[in-house]
């Protein structure tokens, strides 16, 4: 088994391709140890002891280290836990039996307040929009980005994996996908990190 690495255009994370399905849809974020009980697999990234972040994508694992980091010592030691998790085709997910949920889709549960039902329309077009077209283009870059409501003309999103913390992520968000809300979706004015 081959595991190819890219780079993002954050340096504190690497993208990961198995060259396998990891996710049916969705992504899953961990952002910490105690997240990270829910798969053994990114609990095994977090115990190297210098990841702080890892996200499953569709097919890739973005792994972020922390502060100080060598990605020269740290990224070998993060192809043989891909390795040795993947050949021993372990499951990606701890089961429910442990008292562990295995994470579902975003159903509307993290929202920063409930959606106004007299916007649905507009925020169904919003909600449209990042999944054809801003959430492919971040995931190429080993991230994702989640709806996290919209009130007053203003989009709250929230950026995971490589996105998270990344130099140019408020860069992403006012020139890019603002942009391209704006243009679609005349109701929005603004777009804000949540």
């Given at each position: 088994m081959f595991i190819e690495t890219e780079t993002t255009p954050n340096p504190a994370t690497l993208?990961?391709?198995p060259g396998?399905?990891?996710m049916p849809s969705g992504t899953r974020d961990f952002s910490s140890p105690e997240d990270a009980e829910a798969s053994p697999l990114a609990q095994a990234l977090f115990d190297t002891g210098e990841v702080t972040g890892v996200l499953f994508g569709a097919d890739f694992v973005a792994v972020t280290a922390g502060?100080?980091?060598d990605w020269g010592t740290l990224k070998p030691q993060v192809v043989a836990v891909l390795l040795d998790h993947f050949i021993s085709q372990a499951p990606l997910f701890a089961t429910a039996?442990?008292?562990?949920a295995v994470p579902s889709e975003d159903d509307g549960e993290g929202l920063l307040f409930p959606d106004d039902p007299a916007q649905a329309d507009v925020v169904e077009q919003i909600?449209?929009?990042i999944e054809t077209r801003v959430r492919p283009a971040v995931a190429n870059?080993?991230?994702?980005?989640r709806y996290k409501?919209?009130?007053e003309g203003v989009?709250?999103?929230?950026?995971?994996?490589?996105c998270s913390g990344c130099p140019s992520s408020t860069a992403t968000l006012k020139n890019g996908i603002e942009g391209l809300l704006k243009h679609y979706v005349p109701e929005v004015t603004e777009v804000r990190a949540a």
């Open positions: 993208k990961f391709l396998q399905r990891l502060p100080g980091a039996g442990n008292g562990i909600k449209e929009l870059d080993g991230g994702d980005i409501g919209f009130r989009v709250y999103l929230q950026m995971q994996g490589a």
